[in-house]
């Protein structure tokens, strides 16, 4: 009866520590889902919260009517939106090009996220302006955001086309 009950209790032991194991199994795969799943979703993340782009737009460089005009009529107001602090190193309107020594641009959520470029007088041959600016970013890349204005109407309108990535960094 000894030997019988040894068995049993041999058997159950051994049934007992298999189910263990496989129970053991199945929460291992399950956490190592569920990590590659959270792995995927910071990435996502992180790409969100590095987010570079720009936008354009034509602001009266004439603060007061009542004084004569001082420097320029018209210039560009660059606003960073993103949140990646941006450099910009070049700004080429209409062929001719200004090179800047890394002209902070500061993340959106500042409030003097911007850059302002003295713009061209308009006369009756320019009515169009292509603005190209070339833009470095904390991580090291390198970016051009394009801005084509027209001036109608005693106004300038302009369109800022999404940012595009030039180079990548190499770190």
Do not use: C
């Amino acid at each position: 009866m000894r030997e019988i009950f040894h068995n049993a209790n041999f058997i159950s032991n051994f049934i007992v520590q298999w189910l263990t194991l496989i129970v053991l199994i199945i929460t291992a795969v399950i956490a190592f889902r569920i990590g590659n799943t959270q792995n995927q979703i910071n990435k996502k993340i992180e790409k969100l919260q590095d987010s570079v782009e720009v936008f354009s737009y034509p602001i009266s460089g004439v603060q007061n009517t009542n004084q004569p005009q001082k420097g320029f009529p018209w210039l560009l107001r660059v606003v960073n939106v993103g949140s990646v602090q941006l450099y910009i190193t070049e700004y080429i309107i209409n062929g001719y090009s200004t090179v800047l020594n890394n002209a902070l641009l500061p993340a959106g959520q500042q409030q003097n996220a911007w850059y302002q470029i003295p713009l061209p007088i308009p006369t009756s041959t320019t009515t169009t302006i292509n603005v190209t600016i070339k833009i470095d970013d904390k991580f090291g890349r390198t970016w051009q955001s394009i801005t084509d204005i027209g001036y109608r109407n005693n106004e300038w309108e302009s369109l800022t086309h999404e940012i595009q990535l030039l180079s990548q960094s190499s770190y």
